[in-house]
């Protein structure tokens, strides 16, 4: 399989008063072409943030001290931004969290659509809005949806039309935040499967973030474990659910719902804060494996089976 | 009937929009002819739907926040405007609630201390070291040390930590009811768990929730009896295990088969088909007598637009559904 996005020590900080808030602090990963990669982590442990540092699109006081992004051999976070913005969208999209709520609300589909199809390319209206009907059509909505107002479509819907604008140009990477949050279950089932529709019919290779394991345990290929500004494990889906390594990927799955099975574990103890991660292991103070090396020393994730690779000194690695 | 705890008799809510003059006055039926009833033995009550179907509606009503237009809601056989009115004390002791989202409910200037002494002033709970002493036992029970908790604000706190303040509280005032509305929708996975343990250790305290959710997941999990609600219609109850392993209305069946199973080997097998001509977001204004679900249904017969059916009661679950007459 071919790499086509390679992140290397990515930091991702927030300046505060108190100090810089590590929301992502040393993730290494690759994307392959044509799959689809989840990211999966509970609230705060910098899913979102990792995505929009990859993307660039922080503002202030976000900062990245340090990191490399790779994309087809060119090391996008040194690019000018007038470079890197004519990637974005023709080359990697995003469909942000929320973006149900992030059409303008006076403005038609069909305008805002257009507009951020000609913002990045130079091609006439009339061929923009062929582009904006092809990819509504792509994912299953009717062209009259381009003269309609925002409100007058179900959250489900606009969140379809976002996913639609990502696609528009034909990007190789879409980035999607999580896209089914807060939606009903029939509209997150087809917006699932819409994404899914995006690999499947169009070869676009897609991330997504979310932090229910279940939508990833129904459309992803392989999946990354995101806990305190870190990645702890990295598997296929069926090598994650079946049999996780990490302590807190084994928490976390206990942890969730199911119709399946009417037990239910939490884990004990709380997420840590960003402006001071514990030392060692960062998931020690919760963990029930723990060892005396994990509160003095930082695993490093390194590869424990092909594909398979975790951050944790059960399985080695002093 | 009249020894159950809380019960709804033929409850309907209208909310009317206001407008100028007269464009745009229209009503809004909220709830129509909702009726059920929590027993008087402690259980847990889940009431599933999804959002703008109701349920937090019921929550104002069972509050006392809002008035039914039609129907009464009995609380130990008495009406709650008559419990408001005349024992508002011993009504809001006895019925108590946990609101959805831990960062709204605290006052940002207080302590989060004062949540718990506040309860202790107002219900005479305690008083000095005995109250200190309540205080603790309570933040105990619900998991937390009270060195780390008390003495802080609510912006040092994290949502989980908050929302089990909230639980403390009512550990520390052991209502009768508890209302929940949407409790852990805002918590992570790992503290969900733990969140709703502690409504089914309340159970064994005598204190019977009220579960508000839209995740059939949790309720499936805590709750002894389930109710299905859809545009302000009940359509489904029964017990958990009935109503989950053998849904009956096609509603019910419709969710399960689309909440996804974290298992890659059980990956849903079919699409969902979306008819591209009913894109329009239904606005909840119609007022038509028939099925709500009528619009979605596969089954939708002709009388199922414009009447609604009676509950039928099929092995331990009701449905109302014309399947099933």
Known sequence: ?318 | MNDSLLTFQNVSKVFRRVGFGFLGRSTVQALKDVSFSLSSEPEVLALVGESGSGKSTICRLILGLEEPTSGEILYKGRSISDWLKNNKKEYIREVQIIFQDPYEVYNPFYRVDRVLWMAIEKFNIASGSEAERLIYESLEAVGLRPREILGRYPHQLSGGERQRIMLSRIYLIKPRLLVADEPVSMLDASLRAIFLDHLREFKKLGISSFYITHDLNTAYYIADRIMIIYSGRILERGPTEDVIKNPLHPYTKMLITSIPVPDPNKRWQDRVVIDVTKLQKVSGGETADGCPFYNRCQFAMDKCENNFPITKRVNNQEVNCFLYE
């Open chain 1, 1 to 318: 399989m071919n790499t086509i996005l390679e992140v290397e020590n990515l930091k991702v900080y927030f300046k505060t008063i108190l100090g810089d808030a590590k929301s992502v602090d040393g993730v290494s990963l690759k994307v392959f072409e044509g799959e689809i990669l989840g990211i999966a982590g509970e609230s705060g442990c910098g899913k979102s943030t990792l995505v929009e540092g990859v993307l660039k699109i922080y503002k202030p006081p976000c900062y990245i001290p340090e990191g490399k992004v790779y994309y087809k051999g060119i090391e996008l976070l040194s690019l000018p931004e007038e470079e890197f913005r004519r990637l974005r969208w023709k080359e990697l999209s995003y469909v942000p969290q929320g973006s149900m709520n992030s059409l303008n609300p006076v403005i038609k589909i069909e305008e805002q659509m257009i507009d951020g199809i000609m913002s990045h390319t130079d091609i006439s209206y009339r061929e923009a809005k062929e582009l904006a009907l092809s990819a509504l059509n792509s994912v299953g909505m009717p062209p009259d949806v381009l003269e309609m107002y925002p409100h007058e479509l179900s959250g489900g819907m606009r969140q379809r039309v976002c996913i639609a604008m990502s696609i528009c140009l034909n990007p190789k990477i879409v980035f999607a935040d999580e896209p089914i949050t807060g939606l009903d279950v029939v509209m997150q089932k087809l917006n699932l499967q819409t994404l899914g529709d995006l690999r499947d019919r169009f070869g676009i290779t897609v991330v997504m973030v979310a932090h229910d394991m279940a939508c990833h345990a129904e459309i992803c290929d392989r999946i990354c474990i995101m806990y305190a500004g870190k990645i702890l494990e990295v598997g296929s889906t069926f090598d994650i659910f079946s049999d996780p390594l990490h302590p807190y990927t084994k928490g976390l799955l206990s942890a969730v719902p199911s119709l399946e099975k009417r037990e239910l574990k939490g884990i004990p103890g709380l997420a840590p804060s960003p402006l001071e991660w514990p030392s060692g292991c960062r998931f020690h103070p919760r963990c029930s494996y723990k060892m005396k090396i994990c509160e003095e020393q930082e695993p490093i994730l390194k590869e424990v089976q092909p594909g398979r690779s975790v951050a944790c000194f059960l399985y080695g690695g002093e």
